[in-house]
Structure formats: C-alpha cells, structure tokens
C-alpha cells in the first residue's frame, strides 16, 4: 500500500497489492476519469500524478487557483473531479472551488488539506464539498472515494 506524507514529500516505497501497469481495482468506464489536483506543494502534485495515473485516471496539476481555472477552463469537459489543497497562495482552495462552480454549477469537488486554516470541515462542507480528506493520507485508501466522486454524476455540490 503506498503512503504518502506531503509533509516529508516521499512515499513509503511499498506498493503491497499494486502492479506497475494496471489499476489496483478496474473500474467500468467507458473513459478514464479525470482529476483536476490543486496543490503548492510540487511532491504532493508528483506522487499524485504518477499515482492517479496508475490507477487509470487522467490527471490535470496545477500550483495555485489561477492556474487551476485556466486549465479547468480549456479542458472542462474532461474534468470530473477537481481535488483541492485548502492552504495555497493566491486563491486558497475554497476560494477556488468557488470560482470553480461559477464556470461548472455541478463540479464536484473535494478537499485534502493537513491544516485547514481558518476553515472548518463543516464550512468546506457548506461549500459544495463531497469530501474533506485530512493529510497525510494512505493513496490506497482515497482510490475507491475518488473513483466513487469521479464517475457519479448524480453527486453535486448542495445546493445545486
């Protein structure tokens, strides 16, 4: 099982259960999901991609929340998912999943974060949030959440 600590920037290096090639579980999809993953941190943006990848997604990085809406606006339809750090500079993740539904109403978003500031898990919550996700976190363990917010579209933001 990896693990990954954002704090200390590396996995564990075990990787019980998973191939090199193919997905630890084979979701049915008739495409490869994909996740828009906010982070400042450059390790925690590596290891996710590499990671997501193996797990079947197609996965879209960006550092901050300007650079998150500029590729949620070119690759939009693509985007099932957007996974957000809430602490990052400029516009801090709720700010930007706020931005975020003001281009795509239903975009379905959740948020990971080791220290979620001035927020609460209520209030990101109240945002439209499907999930908070605390860091560090076991990337095994997020696979089946992930997949599950990704391919259903009957879940949105409250409210909408």
């Known amino acids: 099982m990896l693990e990954f600590d954002p704090y200390n920037g590396h996995s564990n290096g075990s990787n019980r259960g998973l191939t090199g090639n193919s997905p630890e579980f084979?979701?049915?999809?008739?495409?490869?999901?994909?996740?828009?993953?906010v982070d400042d941190d450059g390790g925690v943006r590596n290891v996710l991609n590499k990671w997501l990848h193996r797990q079947?997604?197609?996965?879209?990085?960006?550092?901050?929340?300007?650079?998150?809406?500029?590729?949620?606006w070119r690759h939009h339809e693509l985007i099932d998912l957007v996974?957000?750090?809430?602490?990052?500079?400029?516009?801090?993740?709720?700010?930007?999943a706020t931005a975020l539904l003001q281009l795509k109403p239903r975009m379905r978003f959740c948020f990971m974060s080791g220290d979620l500031g001035s927020y609460t898990d209520r209030k990101?919550?109240?945002?439209?949030?499907?999930?908070v996700i605390p860091k560090p976190f076991r990337l095994a363990e997020i696979a089946p959440l992930l997949w599950e917010l990704a391919?259903?579209?009957?879940?949105?933001?409250?409210?909408v």
């Open 56 to 72: 079947g997604f197609d996965v879209w990085l960006a550092a901050d929340g300007q650079e998150a809406l500029a590729l949620f």
């Open 26 to 37: 084979l979701p049915e999809a008739t495409r490869k999901y994909g996740i828009l993953v």
């Open 83 to 96: 996974l957000l750090d809430v602490c990052i500079p400029g516009l801090d993740g709720p700010q930007t």
């Open 124 to 131: 990101l919550r109240d945002l439209g949030a499907l999930a």
């Open 151 to 159: 391919s259903r579209a009957d879940l949105c933001p409250a409210g």
